[in-house]
């Protein structure tokens, strides 16, 4: 049988033409699949690794977290330096010039919409980031009504003395010869001897005795009242306050005159639910009647007492 003399050539150079082909064949598709292999985890190690964009973006967000807590933080601050502002301005700057507080649930009102934060829900830390501009904008809204507040006691403070006239400081009589009858408070009423809140101050003297103005004002009513208080002077003195004179025998002032503190308005009677003489006296600050004693000084000497008032004859020139 013949031979290919190339078998014999291949035989003699020591090759074995067909082992050495399927050799190289695997390690070719080793090689391929270690490639494949690595270039599959290269491949995940790059995707989960950041972009430069993102690592510039996680700065900035980084940057504006810092600021966005600073901003937070000093903002505590400030609403606490505002909130010994408002407890000043309510309990000490206001009340002096006869001003109400304003309400604390004004003070603490926020924006009333539903939808003003909405737009902050679609960043990181939306939360946190919301709680802080909602405090802000509070803070702006309180900030303004405390000016406005300060400029309406700049403009009290402006009229002072016009104030310091329409307190009702005077004693409504000459303290010579009269009394306390039945302060300011509850009481055994001496007609129907059940216990009533009485609104006023009863000052006892002689039929006749001159009723004096307590401050500077307007006298906003003369009349016979039918709940008992009989002939009955009223006076607004303005800056909230007013004051009531009942039970006079008889008056000398009419509706829309203007008084000074001092002028004589009436004179000292029994009329209406009375058991004596006596002035039934009231001073009221914002319409609710207050204890008329922590206004006047019933102990003045009467001889300076008189050097302030001017009786109805003198006022009329006879």
């Known amino acids: 049988m013949a031979t290919d003399s190339s078998t014999y050539v291949k035989a003699a150079e020591g090759q074995e033409p067909q082992k050495a082909s399927k050799k190289r064949r695997v ?27 993102q690592v510039v973006l996680q700065g900035r967000n980084a940057d504006l977290m810092d600021k966005i807590e600073y901003i937070s933080q000093k903002s505590v601050l400030q609403a606490e330096r ?10 000490v700057y206001r009340p002096i010039f006869g001003m109400d507080e304003i309400p604390t649930a004004v003070r603490n009102a926020g924006y009333v919409s539903a939808t003003r934060y909405d737009f902050l829900k679609e960043f990181e830390n939306a939360d946190y980031l919301t709680q802080t501009v909602r405090r802000q904008d509070v803070i702006e809204k309180k900030a303004a009504l405390q000016s406005r507040s300060f400029d309406d006691v700049e403009k009290v403070a402006s009229h002072l003395e016009d104030m310091a006239h329409s307190i009702p400081t005077l004693f409504p009589v000459c303290p010579a010869g009269v009394s306390i009858t039945s302060p300011f408070g509850y009481r055994l009423h001496p007609i129907f001897q059940s216990v009533f809140f009485h609104s006023g101050t009863d000052i006892a003297g002689q039929r006749g005795m001159p009723i004096y103005a307590a401050a500077d004002g307007v006298v906003t009513d003369v009349k016979y009242s039918d709940n008992g208080y009989g002939n009955e002077v009223d006076i607004n003195h303005g800056f909230g306050y007013s004051t009531r004179y009942a039970h006079l025998q008889a008056t000398n002032v009419v509706r829309g005159q203007k008084v000074s503190r001092g002028d004589q308005i009436a004179t000292m ?7 004596g003489v006596h002035l ?8 609710q009647q207050v204890n008329p004693r922590n206004f006047f000084d019933e102990k003045i000497d009467p001889k300076t007492y008189m050097t302030q008032v001017r009786p109805a004859e003198k006022l009329s020139g006879k």
């Open 280 to 287: 039934h006296y009231e001073v009221l600050y914002q319409s």
């Open 269 to 275: 009677g029994s009329s209406g639910r009375a058991t």
């Open 27 to 53: 390690a070719q598709v080793c090689a391929v699949l270690a490639g494949g292999l690595a270039v599959f985890l290269l491949a995940s190690m790059l995707f989960k690794l950041p972009s430069l964009k």
């Open 82 to 91: 505002l909130g010994e502002l408002e407890m000043r301005d309510n309990k």
